[in-house]
């Protein structure tokens, strides 16, 4: 169970989130361009990385924002959360 | 005679207070402070229980929460609870406990045939027989139900009451043995916020049960001293009686306490048992460790104990647990158990697996005349109900061969100790790994990623005053780096009388030769698992310890192998010739024991399970004897009978009333959601799939919702209240996914966009009125311009109804003349009561949500969640006049020209009459082409919505079948449940009014 820093509310417990999967994944910006395989990578193709993954959060049972969240899958660890529209992290190896 | 085998005196129990009991139906005396256990071997009971698979006599192993064998069905009626371990239960006065696994009594037991048929059951019997064909299956399921199962479940409901508790803390310590009050200690010296918690009635741990001494006082006397001060600090708290049972990421953990579990009666103001969930920023393990047995021929039968139980019995509560004791060990720790019995009067002889013994060792069994067979092991046990015999043989070490002579040895009690195993379970959860000792002959904690601290024996280390001052220096650091005070440090010194160092790993390997024979060397007592199981999973290929595990369930039951897992892994090590490091071991996961579900649940039961929505009409819905259907979380009216009216009658006199004068309906429930700001209508044009953008003032519109697949997740009417202000209408089911979903798309994609959105759902009264005759009864009670021109149809006014704020809307779910009027919730209860008084003269009749779904179907329109099933588009619903082909872009769009979505054979949404105008088509019907007598059929589709309707005269429904829009006419074959086979014809979706103009008047 984890405690989760949101950027807006500061520490909480895992139960008043949800997660939604993978970040950073931007919907196309001209969807009737793309071909099939380019929408089909969008609806359905997801990283499942052993390590650090970047993963979008809601703070349902709180400030109700999205945010993203660094996690380490091995360790659990959350290594930082960071508000939607921030660039993502560096991962330093 | 009672309590025949208690000593002259001795022990922590109060002899003052006789406690009477009843076991198995008889009635027998303990003293308080006993557990069922000890007061049943002070009445000279030994056997306990029958075993799970073979019905073995057994009797009672440990003394503690690690118990396999002793496991019994406690109470009666609805609070009986079955598999709690006797050598855990505080007796109480009026206790009644039983036996399990046994019938018709625990000495004659019919299932300890199985012991006699045990060819039958080796390892992976039931994998080996839950196989293809049935048959088979069927041929021994009788026969396993009988036998499997621990225990019966009570058939009433529980009466006693559960609590969770939240708690945080600087540190917890989980163990209330002297190194976790010695961790404490320092803890709490140093202003921490601790809480200790321990599985035991009474602190102090295993320690209690020796003589030995801290900082030269007695450790009894000195653990007294540390308690005292403990419990004098208002920053600890100490919790007895509390099992730690599940450690989770971020220092999270579970912890069991029994708070009145020892109670005699059920208690008004207390729980039975609180569950604590802890979040503690320091943790400390010091949970300690338990003995392990040795595997010999027939290991299990009553009377057959580890050493630190009869020691623990001996000195805690004053019983002898036999008084011819044999003791068989493979380190010198446990002689000093053989000792204290010697000193009671027990007849004492030691059977040691090693060859050289320390000269002190052998000097002190020689001076209390105790016999000491080494490079002895034992090779068979007897005694039916109770060991009376043993027989041990030389071990040659080398050769790995038991030689010479047998030795007949009479006893009453054979005692046993293997060595140590630390509880690494928590450390585990904690995904800690662990690290095979080599000298210990054990896995010991190596790293865990979580923040804690592990001392003790639970570190695999076994030296009294080392652990003491590691439990301090422990306490000290957690405090530091909480950046707490420092504490003095204390120099401890603990003198035992004689520690554990050492364990040899031989014992499991004895006569390689032999484990293979008929007779049975119990690995897992619990599972019945025994070394030739092991030995077969390797032979059969099963020979990682998971796989192992499973196959033999070695490791499995309420105790979770707490004494059996690091046998089963040694002997693995031993049969592949592999170090056990390279074994491994399997994984520990929570609860370390069982815990009731009632604690898990806490107060969420009953009504307060779940939430119950209620609208502000309910109150009237209650009067008027509704019947509820639950949709989410609320109470709809589901029909309201009138007289002895059914379902059936119920729904077809509201559906007529409705379609021939007026209905009025609750549809408070509706989701609602208000969206404000400029770029309201561009943001609807990317939700919906049709245009929103020349929407005008004062008008409705009806929209589909799709997500990025192209698929239909939700529908409603949304209406332009002003120029940037717009109102949402979704399903009852789908207002809070509706809602999460426009925020996702406002905060993740288009941050520039200016709308906000809220949640309007319980603000907001709906009451739908429905009928030809709806206008005449709002035209009584409202000054809003109600004719034909000025109000037409999807339009939305403001104004006074019945003297209230009102928003009158002009939309429809039953395709009659229809105005939803929304009030502000307080006045629902007042304006649905005018209406329903104005609306006397038109017979008005409130309807439910069956007659509603009966009404839309006559109409074809759909439920989105029942006619649709997050499969479909909008294309595959006949609703491509709902979805825009000049907008550029919307939710979905793209999806809707993937080569799945444009698929031709995809299923379509159409209308099904029978042909027999009779059969009420089952919903979820599978419609074939043709009927075959048996499966498999070509499958075409199914039916999502079927109904008798009143106003036709005949059953209609609603079906999904594949190219469906182009097979209008066709007649298709429903096989039901029941054999019966029922034609239909395949139409158009609209049964009622197909030109759509009774909306309209
Ligand atoms: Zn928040």
């Known amino acids: 169970m984890f405690i989760i820093d949101c950027p807006y509310c500061g520490e909480r417990d895992q139960t008043e989130f949800t997660c939604h999967g993978e970040a950073h994944i931007a919907r196309p910006s001209n969807p009737n361009e793309v071909s099939d395989e380019e929408w089909g990578r969008y609806l359905f193709f997801r990283n499942n990385p052993k390590g650090i993954h970047f993963e979008r959060w809601t703070h349902d049972h709180g400030c109700r924002r999205w945010f993203n969240v660094m996690r380490d899958t091995v360790s659990d660890k959350i290594l930082k959360t960071y508000k939607m529209g921030e660039s993502r992290p560096e991962v330093n190896e | 005679m009672s309590n025949q085998n208690r000593t002259m005196y001795g022990g922590r129990v109060d002899r003052s207070k006789t406690i009477n009991f009843v076991f198995n139906g008889k009635k027998y005396k303990g003293f308080q402070g006993d557990t069922l256990a000890s007061a049943l071997l002070a009445n000279d009971v030994h056997l306990i229980g029958r075993s799970f698979k073979y019905h073995r006599a057994r009797g009672i192993l440990t003394a503690g929460s690690e118990e396999p064998n002793a496991i019994v069905q406690l109470g009666v009626g609805a609070r009986t609870e079955p598999n709690i371990r006797a050598t855990e239960i505080e007796l109480y006065d009026g206790l009644e406990a039983a036996s399990q696994n046994c019938w018709p009594s625990v000495k004659f037991d019919i299932g300890g045939l199985n012991n006699i048929l045990s060819r039958l059951f080796p390892a992976g019997f039931y994998y080996k027989t839950f196989k293809w064909p049935p048959s088979l299956w069927l041929l021994y399921e009788h026969f396993i139900r009988k036998a499997a199962g621990l225990g019966k479940s009570p058939i009433a409901k529980n009466p006693d009451r559960y609590e969770q508790k939240f708690h945080h803390c600087d540190a917890l310590v989980v163990g209330g043995g002297i190194t976790g009050l010695v961790s404490a200690l320092a803890l709490g010296r140093a202003k921490c916020e601790v809480l200790i918690v321990d599985e035991n009635p009474v602190l102090g741990g295993y320690i209690l049960d020796t003589n030995s001494t801290i900082n030269g006082k007695s450790c009894n006397k000195y653990i007294k001293s540390i308690i005292d001060e403990l419990q004098s600090m208002n920053n600890v708290t100490v919790l007895t009686r509390t099992t730690a049972t599940g450690y989770y990421d971020y220092n999270y953990l579970t912890a069991l306490q029994k708070v009145t579990n020892h109670w005699k009666e059920l208690s008004k103001t207390v729980p039975r048992e609180r569950f604590w969930r802890i979040r503690a920023k320091k943790v400390i393990l010091a949970q300690g460790a338990f003995e392990r047995p ?66 002190e060792l052998e000097d002190r069994c020689r001076k209390n005349s105790i016999q000491v067979f080494k490079s002895h092991s034992v090779i068979s046990t007897k005694g039916s109900k109770k060991i009376n015999e043993i027989e041990i043989q030389k071990v040659d070490i080398e050769k790995n061969e038991l030689t010479g002579e047998i030795i007949k040895i009479s006893t009453d009690c054979l005692i046993m100790s293997g060595g140590w195993n630390p509880a690494v379970q928590l450390l585990s959860q904690s995904r800690g790994k662990l690290r095979y000792d080599e000298i210990l002959n054990t896995f010991v904690p190596e790293f865990s990623p979580q923040d804690l601290k592990v001392v003790g024996c639970n570190n695999g280390k076994f030296d009294l005053t080392e652990n003491l001052n590691d439990a301090f220096t422990a306490g000290i650091d957690t405090a530091a780096e909480l950046g707490k005070n420092s504490v003095d440090k204390v120099t401890w010194e603990g003198n035992e009388d004689i520690s554990f160092t050492q364990a040899q790993i031989e014992p499991y390997a004895l006569g390689k030769k032999e484990v293979t024979k008929g007779s049975k060397h119990f690995v897992d007592f619990q599972n019945d698992v025994t070394a030739s199981d092991i030995f077969l999973a390797q032979r059969e290929g099963y020979i990682s310890v998971e796989h192992t595990k499973r196959y033999t369930t070695t490791g499995m039951g309420t105790d979770q192998g707490k004494t059996s897992n690091v046998n089963a892994l040694a002997l693995m090590s031993h049969i592949h010739e592999k170090p056990v490091d390279q074994i491994g071991h399997t994984t520990f996961r929570p609860p370390y024991v069982p815990q009731t579900i009632g604690a898990i649940a806490g107060r969420s039961v009953d009504h307060l399970f779940d939430p119950i929505r209620k609208t502000a009409i309910h109150e009237w ?332 005269g005949y059953p209609i429904a609603l079906a999904m079948i594949k190219n469906g829009h182009n097979r209008l006419g066709e007649e298709v074959e429903i096989p039901l449940m029941n054999g019966k086979i029922v034609k239909a014809t395949i139409t158009d979706t609209v049964f009622y009014d197909k030109e759509g103009t009774k909306n309209n008047e």
Request: proline share 4%.
């Open chain 2, 294 to 359: 040795l595997v010999f021929s027939d290991n299990d039968r009553p009377g057959i104990m580890m050493v630190s139980a009869a020691r623990k019995y001996l000195n805690s509560y004053g019983v002898l647990p036999g008084k011819s004791i044999t003791l068989f060990t493979n380190n010198d720790h446990a002689y000093s158990t053989a000792f204290e019995f010697n000193n009671k009067g027990a007849k004492v002889k030691i059977i040691d697996t090693r060859d050289n013994l320390s000269l």
């Open chain 2, 621 to 952: 819905h209650e009067k008027n004897g509704a019947e509820y259907e639950d949709v989410g979380q609320w109470k709809r009216p589901h029909y309201y009978p009138r007289g002895k009216e059914d379902l059936h009658k119920a729904v077809n006199r509201e559906c007529l009333s409705v379609r021939n004068s007026l209905g009025i309906l609750d549809a408070s429930t509706l989701g609602k959601i208000d969206l404000q700001g400029p770029d309201t209508a561009k943001f609807l044009n990317m939700i919906y799939t049709n245009a929103w953008s020349k929407l005008e003032i004062g008008s409705c519109r009806y929209g589909l919702m799709c997500n990025e697949h192209g698929m239909i997740f939700d529908d409603g009417v949304t209406s332009r209240i002003g120029e940037n202000h717009y109102h949402m209408t979704t399903t009852t089911g789908g207002a809070a996914r509706v809602m999460s979903w426009l925020e996702e798309f406002l905060q993740t994609e288009w941050l520039d966009m200016r709308v906000f959105c809220t949640s309007v759902t319980e603000q907001w009264s709906v009451m739908s009125i429905s009928g030809p005759n709806s206008r005449k009864l709002l035209s009584k009670l409202t000054d809003i311009d109600l004719s034909k021109d000025a109000f037409p149809f999807m339009k939305f006014r403001n104004g006074k109804v019945c003297g209230v704020d009102a928003r009158v809307f002009r939309i429809s779910f039953t395709g009659e003349l229809s105005y939803e009027i929304n009030v502000p919730s307080r006045y629902g209860l007042y304006v649905w009561s005018e209406l329903m008084k104005h609306g006397k003269e038109f017979d008005i009749t409130p309807y439910g949500t069956e007659a509603m779904h009966v009404l839309r179907a006559e109409k074809g329109y759909i439920i989105v969640g029942q006619d649709t099933d997050g499969s479909v588009t909008p294309q595959d619903m006949n609703l491509d006049w709902l979805v825009s082909k000049k907008k550029e872009d919307f939710l979905g769009k793209r999806s809707h020209t993937r080569p799945d979505t444009l698929r031709e054979d995809r299923k379509k949404f159409v209308g099904l009459l029978v042909n027999d105008k009779k059969t009420v088509l089952p919903e979820g019907s599978h419609i074939v082409e043709e009927a075959k007598s048996q499966p498999p059929m070509k499958m075409i589709g199914h039916v999502t919505s079927s109904y008798y309707s009143p106003i036709c």
